[in-house]
């Protein structure tokens, strides 16, 4: 028996208001399922952030509803949690909920087992930072049941793990119950995978499909995992999807005409026009020649961006330095500004990205509702 396992797909996100972007992440999701089919995996689980936004377009409604059609014809079940993305801070219901009711696909991110055949599947959505403690009588109860199954037992959840990336953790791997045969995890956007003595199973991230903007430009691979559980083992195949290709280049002014020169040699053989980024550093740096030689990359990127590093910003340089770990030094200016990693998490996880889409509805709620919490919290202590 073997399964999909399929992560952040962010089903509508657009970047740089283009066309191409959003098409880009749609394609690689057809491409996960198309890859599905053709092996003739048994089931899907999608682990969170099916969406970008907890109200999507029709569009991108439409693109789910359609994948998950085709799988339907194909006799493979769809299983899914939802991420923070999903998960909209007004009262509403989620929109992946029209498929479970429409039987397309199954919720499981309300803890309750489901088995399918000899497989013991349950998940969890997202839970934010203030509600984690509930986790704690939940995965016992979860353990309980998986100890006595069985079969294969897999548990889908859309969290950050401590010991994989620290500043977006909400639980440690010694917190996850531990007689589970595979940890099917969304949320973070880098595929890993580990094996914790103290677990069941391996521990997998399948990362995103497709870069997002909290990713930066750089030259990466994406995908998906498979699964292999014919054996009492669990054994994850990550498979590259075709996404767009994006590259992060670092030049001194000097050099830039033949730094320019190479990359449109080197983007002849590429399938699909780049997003390109051209960090550029030097003492004595006139602008005009800057635009004048980047331009000539325009007919034959799909976005091309240029900026000047002064060596001497020590702020700037940690984001040119660390381009795909932008969320993390973000975290740490906000704990170093605000004093507080409670406050920080709010700030970063919660409040930004809704900020960030235009949200303000919901940001406001959710501003309202930190603050009532906060007047809550301070009233029991005084």
Known sequence: MIFSHISDMHLGFIQYYSEERENDVYQAFNEAIDISIKDHVDFVILAG?????????GKAILVLANTLKKLKQNNIETFFVLGEHDISRIRATPVPFVYHNLEYSKYIG?????????????????????????FESDFATADSVAKNHKGHKILVLHQGIGE???????????DLPRN?????????????????????????YPGSIELTSSEGIKETQKGF?????????AKPNWLKLDTRPQFSIRTRYDDLAQEVEALATKFQSVPRKPVVEIKIHGKKIETNIIQGQVAKLFPITLRCFWKVIHQAENWDATFVDKPAKIDDEMMKLARSILNSDHLADFAIKELLPLLSSNHLDEATHLVIENFNRFKKEKKIAD
């Open 225 to 233: 995992y498979q699964v292999d559980i014919s054996t009492s083992e």
């Open 49 to 57: 952030d099916i969406f970008h936004m907890p109200n999507p377009s």
């Open 110 to 134: 309300n803890g309750k087992p489901f088995q399918f055949k000899d497989v013991l599947i349950l998940g969890y959505d997202k839970r934010r930072k203030n509600e984690i403690s509930r």
């Open 164 to 174: 994989i990336n620290k500043f977006a953790a909400e639980l440690n791997s010694t």
């Open 180 to 204: 589970f045969t595979y940890y099917a995890m969304g949320h973070l956007h880098e595929k890993e995978l580990k094996n914790f003595s103290h677990l069941g199973g391996p521990l997998a």
